[in-house]
C-alpha cells in the first residue's frame, strides 16, 4: 500500500513538472504576457532571498519580491542584540543589492493569492506570475493561549523580524528591575527549536554582570531541551553556568495568561511572573492556508519543494510543512534549489530523481550561543527519496566550547553576505 502511494506520488510529481514547463511556455508565446518568464517571491527573508539570488544571477526571468520590511533582519544570532552585547545594525541589511541587480521590489504584503488566475493580490495591486515561490515564515497560534491576544503589546515573541525591539526593551527592563522573567517554550514544530534556551543563556549571562536580583523561568511545554539530541549538552549549561539565574521546569503547558495578575497558569500550576516572552505555537500565515495550500503549514512535495495542491507554486522555509527543521540555513538552500529548478524547467534541463533515487535536501547548521564565548552546534543533515518522508539526521556538540561560538559568528557573516552582499 505504503509503495503504491509513493509510486503514484512520483507520477504526480512528473506530472506536475511537465505541466509547469507546458503552461509557462505556452503563456510566454501567447503575447499576452511580458517576453520573459515571471517568477515572484513573496517574502524578503532567509528562504525568499535564497531564491531571488539564485534567479538573479541567470538574467533569465523576470523577478519580483514582495516584502512590507524595507530591508532585513536576521532572527540568527540576535539575541546578542537582545541582551545587549551588540547594536541591533549588527543584525540588519538593506536590500540595496537585490534593487541592483534588477530585481522589481515591492514594498508591500500579499493578501491573495489568485490560483486560478495566477496573481497575486496585495491592498493595491495584482501581480501575475508564472512561477510563485512563497517563503512568508510563520504567524503565531495566539488562540492556544486565552488571554493573551488581548495583551500582545505586553508579551512580544520576538521569533519574526524587527520584533527583537520590543524584546530588547522588555529585557533591559528586567536587567535593570529584577524579579521573574519568564521564557515559555511550545511543542514542536516551531522556528529554531534551540532559541528559547539560547535566549535564557544570554539574558542570565548579562543578569550576572549586571548584578540582576531575580530568576529567569523556563517554562517548557516538552520533556527536555529541543531538539532531542541538544537536551543534555543544554541541561549541563544551565545547571552548572547558569544555575543562581535559570529555573528550568518541564512539562509544563501554558493553559492561559492573565496579563493584569501577571500569572500564567500551567499544566504544572500557576506561575508568578514580572516579564514574560511568550514563545506561541506557530503555524503557516494565513495567506498560505486561505488559498488551500495546507492545514497548520503548506503541503509540499520533497525533493521538489513544489505544492502538492498547485504546480505553479513552490513554499520554501518555515511555512512548509515537512519534517524539516525550522531553520534559515535549510530555508536559504530551498529558496537556491528552487530558484535553480525553475531555470532548469525552463531551459527544458530539469531531471527529475528517479524512482528509488536518495536525494540529498539542503542542510542546517543552528547554534545555540549559551555564552558571548561559547556555542553548542547543532548540524542536520537531511536526504528523501522521492514519494517518502525525509530522513533527518542530528549531529550536537556533546559540549559548549569556544570554537562552536566563532563558527556561528563565522557563519552568520557568511550567510547574510550570501543573501545580501555584493
Ligand atoms: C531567535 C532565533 C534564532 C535562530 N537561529 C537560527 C540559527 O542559528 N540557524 C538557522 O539556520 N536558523 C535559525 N533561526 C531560524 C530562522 O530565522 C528561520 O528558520 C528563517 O528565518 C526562516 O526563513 P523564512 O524565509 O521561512 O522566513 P523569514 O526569514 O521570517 O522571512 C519571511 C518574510 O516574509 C515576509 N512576509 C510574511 N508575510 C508576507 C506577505 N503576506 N506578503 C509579503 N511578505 C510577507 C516577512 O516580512 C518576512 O520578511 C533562528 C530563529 C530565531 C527566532
Redesign the pocket.
Known amino acids: 500500500m505504503e509503495h503504491l502511494d509513493s509510486v503514484k506520488r512520483r507520477a504526480l510529481l512528473k506530472g506536475m513538472a511537465a505541466a509547469a514547463a507546458v503552461s509557462v511556455m505556452g503563456c510566454a508565446g501567447s503575447g499576452t504576457s511580458a517576453a520573459r518568464p515571471r517568477v515572484v517571491v ?7 532571498l535564497g531564491a531571488v539570488r539564485a534567479l538573479a544571477a541567470s538574467g533569465k526571468v523576470d523577478i519580483t519580491m ?4 524595507d530591508g532585513f533582519m536576521s ?5 546578542l542584540y537582545i541582551a545587549g552585547f551588540r547594536p541591533a545594525g549588527d543584525f540588519q541589511r538593506s536590500y540595496g543589492v537585490i534593487d541592483a541587480l534588477g530585481v522589481r521590489r515591492v514594498k ?4 491573495d493569492i489568485d490560483r486560478a488566475g495566477r496573481m497575486v493580490k496585495t491592498s493595491t495591486q495584482s501581480i501575475p506570475y508564472d512561477f510563485l515561490v512563497l ?4 504567524e503565531y497560534m495566539e488562540e492556544t493561549l486565552p488571554g493573551y491576544a488581548a495583551a500582545r503589546e505586553q508579551f512580544p515573541v520576538g ?3 524587527f520584533e527583537q525591539m520590543a524584546v530588547q526593551r522588555q529585557v533591559a527592563a528586567f536587567l535593570e528591575q529584577g524579579g521573574h522573567y519568564l521564557i515559555t517554550v511550545p511543542k514542536p514544530p516551531y ?2 527549536p534551540p ?1 528559547p534556551y ?2 535564557a543563556c544570554l539574558i542570565a549571562q548579562r543578569m550576572k554582570e549586571k548584578g540582576t536580583k531575580g530568576k529567569i523561568i523556563v517554562v517548557d511545554a516538552n520533556k527536555g531541551p529541543m531538539p532531542p539530541p541538544l537536551a543534555k549538552p543544554m541541561l549541563t549549561v544551565m545547571r552548572e553556568m547558569y544555575g543562581a539565574q535559570i529555573e528550568y521546569i518541564n512539562e509544563a503547558d501554558p493553559k492561559s495568561i492573565d496579563a493584569g495578575r501577571k500569572v500564567l497558569a500551567t499544566s504544572k500550576g500557576d506561575i508568578p511572573f514580572h516579564h514574560a516572552n511568550i514563545i506561541l505555537p506557530m503555524r503557516a ?1 494565513g ?1 498560505i492556508r486561505q488559498a488551500g495550500l495546507g492545514e497548520r503549514f503548506a503541503a509540499i512535495e520533497l525533493p521538489t519543494f513544489q505544492s502538492s495542491k498547485d504546480k505553479n507554486l513552490f513554499v ?4 512548509q510543512g515537512t519534517p524539516l527543521p ?6 536559504f538552500g530551498a529558496g537556491q534549489q528552487v530558484g535553480e529548478q525553475i531555470l532548469a524547467t525552463l531551459a527544458g534541463k530539469y531531471k527529475e530523481a528517479g524512482l528509488g533515487d536518495e536525494v540529498t535536501l539542503p542542510a ?4 545555540g550561543k549559551v555564552s558571548t564565548s561559547l556555542a553548542i552546534m547543532i548540524n542536520v543533515t537531511a536526504s528523501v527519496s522521492v514519494g517518502d518522508p525525509p530522513k533527518v539526521k542530528y549531529q550536537v556538540d556533546p559540549a559548549a566550547n569556544a570554537a562552536s561560538s566563532k563558527g ?1 559568528m563565522d557563519w552568520g557573516t557568511n550567510m547574510w553576505n550570501a543573501m545580501l552582499g555584493a
Open positions: 513573496v517574502g524578503g527573508g532567509w528562504g525568499g514582495i516584502e512590507p520590511n532572527c540568527p544570532l540576535s539575541i508591500d504584503r500579499v493578501l517563503a512568508t515564515g510563520l521569533f519574526r523580524a522556528r529554531c532559541a539560547e535566549r500565515p495567506l520554501v522555509g518555515d511555512a525550522k531553520s534559515g540555513h535549510i530555508a542546517a547548521i543552528c547554534w556561528a
